[in-house]
């Protein structure tokens, strides 16, 4: 195992595990952290993890871990890495089980006093709009033609079917739409498991949570981004649920015949891969899309929903009860993007695992409102805890690939958090804090405590602090919303 020996600080919060720590490494790699958050890493396998990825074929730059680093499959979650599209590989390990898992977040024009008296009537309607849990089932039933509408069209598939405005998309990372999906790429079981979870939550991590503007660090960017202090905020984290799951699956399946296929060797199998440009990583690539258009059509759905909540409790009682789009972005998720290495724009595959694209200000891919500033960085804290808003920058597009954190960070498994912690206990404890809580169970509830995982403030001082994203806004929670 990596042990703190093993690496070397090469900056304030940046520490590198060399390239002749092992023989089979390509790139050295690197974590942002500081010293608590690295000894934490160094409690599980993520650093080995990182390691094992910077040997993966055509890999570029170095191989990199974000400060919410913990272990994943195969790859570290909180793991960025990318590899040339000519010769590299692309790794469904380097995505996640839950495609585009990712978070939005959704302005209004109320303060939190404005809101006060009618928080519980408002949390108990967004449980009701939502559909949640495990398995969960949502309002619309799609027959095989109009789901590959939505795994090839994905949040402009939700416009048409008026669940979406028009600056919802624009607000959307890819615009809701990432092209080249190829729903024929994605077997009868997936599309069988995705056919009725347009529009749910689901378990797990997955939240509604109506949150309070705390804090403004930086006021210009904040009011490019429609923020103010005292502001009440809605975010809304998931996936692409079982249809995602099973894409995932499929593919690490298929891929392990095309490692022996292609001969490419690896240190853990749960690395498998293919060249990007084969028939087998042009596959998964065209069904990892699918899935991603799938989580922006969920989520595009949810905003719908929840905006039906919102006029429910709050028509005729407030001056202005809408719920305006700031950004949606992914946190897993491969792309084919163009970044400088070592002096020259390359084509990469960009794997973000648990890890969020910032990028800085001029990006042609970021809404002509926010091109001058920035990218929102979306980062959820734990349940009870805080939440941020960053902005991408440029020093993230010359070291991350254009990337930075994406939450917390657990510490605790789930059993763990199970075994040490009484949801009915934790729901007591948040409630007497002032947050509403809607919960489909205790035990949910519990495998999300806070304490299962990092401290998110100190998470976000990092990638501040190394200048991977800056700080625009933290916000507080005021009700939470869970499977």
């Keep these: 195992m990596v042990q703190r020996k093993d690496l070397h600080q ?4 940046v520490y590198e595990i060399p390239k002749d720590y092992r023989s089979d490494m390509r790139v050295s790699a690197l974590l942002y952290a500081d010293e608590t958050i690295l000894e934490r890493a160094l409690g599980d396998r993520s650093l080995d993890q990182l390691a094992n990825t910077a040997t993966l074929p055509g890999v570029v730059g170095h191989a990199l871990a974000m400060p919410d680093i913990h272990q994943g499959y195969g790859f570290p979650i909180g793991g960025v890495v990318a590899t040339r599209v000519s010769d590299g590989v692309i790794s469904p390990g380097g995505v996640g089980y839950d495609i585009n898992c990712g978070v939005r977040l959704l302005g209004t024009h109320l303060s939190h006093e404005e809101l006060e008296p009618y928080l519980d009537d408002l949390a108990t309607a967004l449980q009701h709009h939502i559909p949640s849990g495990v398995g969960g089932s949502g309002f619309l039933r799609l027959d095989t033609k109009e789901l590959d509408q939505v795994l090839e069209q994905g949040a402009r598939w939700a416009q048409k079917r008026g669940f979406a405005r028009p600056e919802d998309l624009e607000r959307t990372e890819e615009s809701g739409c990432i092209e080249g999906a190829d729903a024929s790429k994605c077997s009868p079981r997936a ?12 378990a797990g991590n997955h939240f509604c949570e109506l949150d309070v503007v705390e804090e403004i660090y930086d006021p210009e960017v904040a009011e490019v981004f429609g923020l103010f202090p005292g502001q009440v905020c809605l ?16 593919y690490v399946n298929l891929f392990q015949r095309a490692v022996q296929r292609y001969g490419i060797r690896l240190p853990d199998r749960q690395l498998v891969c293919a ?18 258009n799938y989580a922006w059509a969920n989520r595009q759905v949810l905003t719908h929903q929840a905006r039906e909540a919102f006029a429910q409790v709050l028509a005729g009682k407030v001056r202005d009860w809408d719920l305006f789009q700031i950004y949606d972005i992914a946190h897993n998720i491969a792309k084919i993007e163009v970044h400088e290495v070592d002096g020259r724009r390359e084509r990469v595959c960009v794997h973000r695992k648990g890890a969020t694209r910032a990028f800085g200000p001029g990006s042609e891919a970021l809404p002509a409102d926010y091109r001058a500033v920035g990218q929102p960085v979306l980062v959820p804290g734990s349940m009870g805890t805080a939440s941020w808003v960053l902005v991408g920058t440029e020093q993230s597009m010359r070291e991350t690939f254009g990337s930075t954190c994406h939450g917390a960070g657990r510490m605790m498994s789930r059993a763990q958090a199970k075994k040490r912690i009484r949801g009915e206990r934790l729901k007591r404890e948040l409630e007497a804090e002032g947050v509403h809580v809607r919960a489909g169970s205790m035990a949910g509830l519990a495998e999300e405590a806070p304490e299962a995982y990092k401290d998110v403030d100190r998470v976000v001082e990092v990638v501040d602090a190394a200048g991977i994203a800056r700080k625009v806004a933290r916000l507080r929670p005021l009700a939470v919303i869970k499977g």
């Design 235 to 250: 975010q809304i984290h998931c996936g692409s649920r079982g249809f995602g799951h099973q894409v995932a699956t499929d």
């Design 10 to 13: 090469v900056g304030p919060f």
């Design 275 to 292: 060249p990007v440009e084969s028939p087998e990583g042009q596959d998964y690539l065209a069904a990892m899309k699918c899935a991603a």
């Design 191 to 202: 599309k069988q498991r995705g056919r009725d979870q347009i529009g749910t939550l689901g």
